[in-house]
């Protein structure tokens, strides 16, 4: 696809035999696997191990992600494919709780404001270390990044999550259309877990939907909660998953959303 890059270790496949089943990810930098150096760490990579060995090559997966992305460019371009005749039996959505922010209209606005802090002396704007540091900084003073999470949070319970309902539904229905089948896998903010995680409601308003609307889905937040205490992010500044919250997600995955792939040669 012209002008969107992929991350990953062998070509998308452009064609399938006949008996062979393809599970695509979709989704952001956390199915990116932004801050992880090797794409072998990569949940989806490691997910593709395991069924590719044990189905004999039957089963194919692939990841289709790009940083910044959202789920209408999901949806443009999961519909692209299907046009274009890509086959996808299974798609899978990896849904990151910051992905309503575009169903707000407050987001038009948002970067625009945040990049009235940016820094004048040249020394902070054009050497990266100084920069890095001036934002870390400046996420701690700015009420609009301090606040960040809090207004995600709200955008739940109005109309934004109402948009955004809708879309992950026009997404499924799409698939039906296709033959393709259609699952949801839910990404917790990994910075703020634990036992007085702030979005746990949000996780199970979500769930809910999924299942009133006969998708398959899966929440991480009981399976990487339990481990919050070994560090789950890249860094302190970056939240994004480590190659251990990967390991656990792949392995969630696998025995909990992706379980009707039989082993031994047979997919069903």
Known sequence: HEGVWYRDDREFPKSLRPDQKHVVFFGDSFTFAQGVNEVKDRFSNRVRDVLERETNGQVIVSNVADAGTDLRWIKNLSAKMFENGHKID?????LCLNDIETYH?????????????????????DTYFFNWVYFRLRQFTVPAVNGYYSFVQDYYSGDPWRLMSQEIEDVHLDCQKHRADF?????????NLGPSYPFRETHHEIVKFCE??????????????????KGLTVNRFDAHPNELAHKLAADAMLKKLLTDFATNGNPQ
């Open 90 to 94: 299974t798609m899978v959505y990896v």
């Open 105 to 125: 209209q407050r987001h038009e606005t948002y970067y625009q404001d945040l990049s009235r802090h940016n820094p004048k002396f040249f020394l902070f704007h």
């Open 183 to 191: 699952r949801v896998v839910i990404f917790p903010f990994l910075h």
């Open 212 to 229: 009133s609307k006969g998708i398959r889905v899966l929440d991480l937040e009981p399976v990487l909660s339990p481990s919050a205490e």
